[in-house]
């Protein structure tokens, strides 16, 4: 039998595929060259090479001088990314005419990133035993939503929560744009000593996949012997990183661009699943450690505005593991659609240019969420009850106006919250 026409057929199928890899590795080439886009498999390769790049010092000076990071964000060899310690620089003046006043002043506005020397979202300081005065000492953990972001520093959630609870230490340990990793470390390595009446981790749902996105940023959690353990990071610096890591020298353009278009219609699934199951285990250890602290553990959740589909299936999931856990939660969606009739067609969320559907809450959604917190420590005990609010604010530059909810003419509770410090010195 003669084979050498299927032995030629082979010959140019396997010559066509040369060619046609030959092509394709030309023209992606040319393509990240065009573009100046990063050639990467998935997230942690696109934050590894992107970041190299710009070590030592960022030529625009936006991210890093001297392996030092510019802005608000810092970097713990534990930890990860974390907050900078008495960070203020955030804070910024404005001409305008106070409420209630018919002069212009220069008013003093602390922002949404306003740190202490323990890095914590909050102006004062604390000591390690609390005060005998301070009814609760609660200690937040959470990402952008817990810091306050878009609002100014008295609006946000943090100090929304104190203003509703009389004499109330509220220590915020958020890092904005972190995940459960970050909230899991700051409790076990900062937050432990204080000995917190109540710990709330407040979970944004896409914050179950960021403790996968890159070996720069997070902390290095493992599941030991059933255990949540806090581990080594591979970096624990910026220079250690900046000095250990190897760009490829060699790597084919085509190959990568495949699999990197693949990673980026699977990951977020896959990483969103693993952080479920790390989250899971983080829940059993967070309820060991607060019991034997004498410390009540609770959860919140918040969703997304406008949340793509898999978010709305996770945070199903999430809601279902905290209830197989026992954990006590808030959920966040729910109360407030069951406040929708009151406040009408107020939306929850904080609109500007660059999200014009709102990435965070606006004042109203911080003040309520912190009131749905307060009122799920009321009803586990740790705070006596008292009173709930309407919130009324239209604009960060502009007062909240906190109505009694039981309000009558001639009530003297209304009480209001301004936004800044008047005046400034």
Request: charged residues 25%.
């Amino acid at each position: 039998m003669d084979t050498a026409p299927l032995r030629n057929k082979i010959q140019l199928f396997i010559c066509t595929l040369i060619l046609m890899f030959i092509f394709g590795e030309i023209v992606f080439r040319i393509y990240y060259s065009y573009t100046g886009r990063i050639l990467a498999t998935n997230e942690d390769e696109y934050c590894m090479k992107l970041n190299y790049d710009r070590l030592p010092t960022d030529k625009n000076a936006k991210f890093f001088r001297d392996f030092k990071r510019l802005g608000w964000l810092d970097d713990d060899p534990i930890i990860g990314i974390t907050n900078k310690k008495r960070y203020y620089l955030d804070d910024y003046t404005k001409e305008i005419k106070p409420y209630g006043s018919n002069t212009t002043e220069q008013l003093y506005y602390p922002s949404a990133r306003t740190f202490n020397s323990k890095r914590m979202n909050n102006r004062e300081e604390f000591t390690i035993e609390k005060p005998k005065n301070a009814s609760i000492r609660i200690a937040l953990f959470g990402d952008s939503f817990t810091c306050g972001e878009d609002v100014p520093f008295f609006f946000g959630m943090g100090n929304m929560l104190k203003e509703l609870i009389q004499n109330s230490e509220v220590m915020n340990f958020c890092v904005g744009g972190r995940g459960t990793d970050v909230m899991y470390a700051r409790y076990a390595l900062e937050a432990k000593e204080y000995k917190p009446d109540a710990v709330i981790f407040n979970v944004l749902v896409d914050d179950l996949q960021r403790p996968f996105t890159c070996v720069l940023r997070n902390a290095n959690l493992l599941i030991v012997n059933e255990r949540l353990v806090i581990g080594p990071r591979k970096y624990p610096t910026i220079k250690d990183f900046y000095e250990q890591y190897k760009k490829p020298k060699i790597e084919s353009y085509l190959l990568k661009h495949t699999i990197g278009t693949y990673n980026a219609h699977t990951r977020y699934a896959k990483d969103m699943q693993h952080g479920l199951e790390l989250f899971s285990a983080m829940l059993d250890e967070m309820k060991l450690q607060t019991k034997q602290q004498g410390t009540q553990f609770f959860a919140t959740f918040i969703q997304e505005n406008d949340p793509r589909e898999i978010s709305n299936e996770y945070y199903d999931k999430l809601k279902k593991l905290l209830k197989q856990k026992n954990v006590t939660f808030f959920d966040s969606v729910e109360y407030f659609q069951q406040h929708e009739q009151e406040y009408k067609e107020i939306s929850w969320y904080a609109s500007n240019k660059e999200y014009p559907r709102g990435a965070h809450f606006n004042p109203t959604g911080y003040a309520l969420f912190a009131q749905g917190i307060k009122q799920m420590l009321e009803n586990n005990n740790l705070i006596q009850k008292n009173t709930n609010y309407h919130f009324a604010n239209y604009d960060n530059d502009e007062i909240m106006v906190m109505i009694p909810e039981d309000y009558t003419l001639g009530n003297t509770n209304v009480r209001i919250i301004k936004p800044y410090i008047e005046p400034l010195n």
